[in-house]
């Protein structure tokens, strides 16, 4: 069973527009929570953490964590066409080093 | 420099010979990643050292090696490859878990 899965598999949002993703876990060990992004031709680039309940706001991207219903989830607001790419949600446990990723969200910003 | 390398960027390989791929990062992180990536599916971890320590994951343990000669470089090794291990091979680096992990560009395996 995969650990971390995510919603929408992909996402089109017009320029300035709010674009929302979504990520739950299934293993109530994570402690912490993070987004990542990739460009193509490019490995996965961390965007932000957040290992606590409520908002972690960074610029134009808000992340929220629920960690009672293990969900995690980040908003994108103003979007910009260079903020196409494939998002990554990663969740990892406190005890030990392993991280696990879910499937991506494919996100197109359209001028 | 926060860049993690890897060695070569595409690799052509053989049904049944063995694969190694290399990577390093100058960041002295104690922990290095190896995942594997396949079209439409999330990076899955293969094996990680944590210093000198290799923790490989239960359901890949037969199928990847790997070696740590120094804190700055990781080995991927394949030693048998399968068309089944056609993907893209990133590797990654960070300190602790609550860390930031920085990857390389990756590895295009093709198996033929």
């Known amino acids: 069973q995969q650990k971390v899965q995510q919603s929408p598999e992909s996402l089109s949002v017009p320029e300035g527009g709010m674009a929302s993703l979504n990520c739950t876990s299934s293993?109530?060990?994570?402690?912490y929570f993070w987004w990542y992004r990739q460009h193509s031709g490019e490995g996965p680039k961390a965007l932000m953490?957040?290992?606590?309940?409520g908002d972690k706001k960074e610029g134009r991207f808000t992340a929220h964590l629920n960690k009672a219903s293990l969900h995690v989830s980040l908003h994108i607001r103003d979007s910009q066409p260079s903020d196409s790419a494939l998002y990554f949600c990663?969740?990892?446990?406190?005890?030990?080093?392993?991280?696990?990723f879910g499937d991506g969200t494919q996100l197109v910003v359209k001028p | 420099d926060t860049t993690v390398k890897q060695n070569p960027r595409y690799k052509l390989a053989r049904v049944g010979k063995p694969v190694n791929l290399i990577c390093s990062q100058t960041m002295n992180h104690d922990t290095m990643y190896w995942y594997q990536k396949k079209p439409n599916q999330a990076p899955k971890l293969l094996l990680f050292y944590y210093d000198k320590i290799l923790n490989r994951e239960a359901d890949t343990f037969e199928k990847f090696q790997s070696s740590r000669p120094n804190n700055s470089f990781c080995s991927l090794y394949i030693g048998s490859a399968g068309l089944e291990y056609s993907a893209m091979y990133l590797c990654a680096s960070a300190r602790g878990s609550d860390t930031e992990v920085f990857f390389g560009k990756g590895t295009r395996l093709t198996v033929v």
């Open positions: 990663a969740a990892s446990e406190q005890s030990n080093n392993r991280i696990f």
């Open positions: 293993d109530r060990n994570f402690q």
């Open positions: 953490s957040i290992f606590s309940d």
